[in-house]
T-cell receptor, first 114, second 111 residues
Framework: ETGVTQSPTHLIKTRGQQVTLRCSSQSGHNTVSWYQQALGQGPQFIFQYYREEENGRGNFPPRFSGLQFPNYSSELNVNALELDDSALYLC?????????????FGPGTRLTVT | RKEVEQDPGPFNVPEGATVAFNCTYSNSASQSFFWYRQDCRKEPKLLMSVYSSGNEDGRFTAQLNRASQYISLLIRDSKLSDSATYLCVVNMEGGSYIPTFGRGTSLIVHP
């Protein structure tokens, strides 16, 4: 069984730039959720994709957007990067939409905005 | 009041001790609950789901108290390897899906 993978592992960007982060879900999972985790905080829910549709969204501005592909992999796009966007970005996959099923996290992408 | 609150600790306990963490939540419509473990600079890993009847997995016991809106995690016979941050997550379902994590409770088990 293939676990959740994310790329890249680390990224350094400049304020105002755009970034795309990628996630491959665990084999058999059709749902991907994205989280932002600042140092010393719990993960903050950005959004979830279930069968290629956005299925829920947290309190993040529209410059955070996403996609899910037919193979259930997903992308997180962030436009107009701000210094406060520096964080660990985690994706998690699960078997079905909503939250009843357990989520399995990837190793994360550490984004630094300078 | 935050939607999900945890005492950040750290809880500093000797090997073999029993330690308990609580996690309170504000939304009574919350329907599913989990505990995750996160090691330093690693991703969260699922520890256990939390059911109304309570559930146990080896040295770990999770309880849900809907009336008082909290979940708990009890660790018996603490091991050095239990040192980590323990995150609770509360999901509200059936409409807008917004899983909410607590900020985590740090546990340090020392010899």
């Amino acid at each position: 069984e293939t676990g959740v993978t994310q790329s890249p592992t680390h990224l350094i960007k400049t304020r105002g730039q755009q970034v795309t982060l990628r996630c491959s879900s665990q084999s058999g999972h059709n749902t991907v959720s994205w989280y932002q985790q600042a140092l010393g905080q719990g993960p903050q829910f950005i959004f979830q994709y279930y069968r290629e549709e956005e299925n829920g969204r947290g309190n993040f501005p529209p410059r955070f957007s996403g996609l899910q592909f037919p193979n259930y992999s997903s992308e997180l796009n962030v436009n107009a990067l701000e210094l406060d966007d520096s964080a660990l970005y985690l994706c998690a996959s699960s078997l079905e939409g909503q939250g009843h099923y357990e989520q399995y996290f990837g190793p994360g992408t550490r984004l630094t905005v300078t | 009041r935050k939607e999900v609150e945890q005492d950040p600790g750290p809880f500093n306990v000797p090997e073999g001790a029993t330690v308990a963490f609580n996690c309170t939540y504000s939304n009574s419509a919350s329907q599913s609950f989990f505990w995750y473990r996160q090691d330093c600079r690693k991703e969260p890993k699922l520890l256990m789901s939390v059911y109304s009847s309570g559930n146990e997995d080896g040295r770990f016991t999770a309880q849900l108290n809907r009336a008082s809106q909290y979940i708990s995690l009890l660790i018996r016979d603490s091991k050095l390897s239990d040192s980590a941050t323990y995150l609770c997550v509360v999901n509200m379902e059936g409409g807008s899906y917004i899983p909410t994590f607590g900020r985590g409770t740090s546990l340090i088990v020392h010899p």
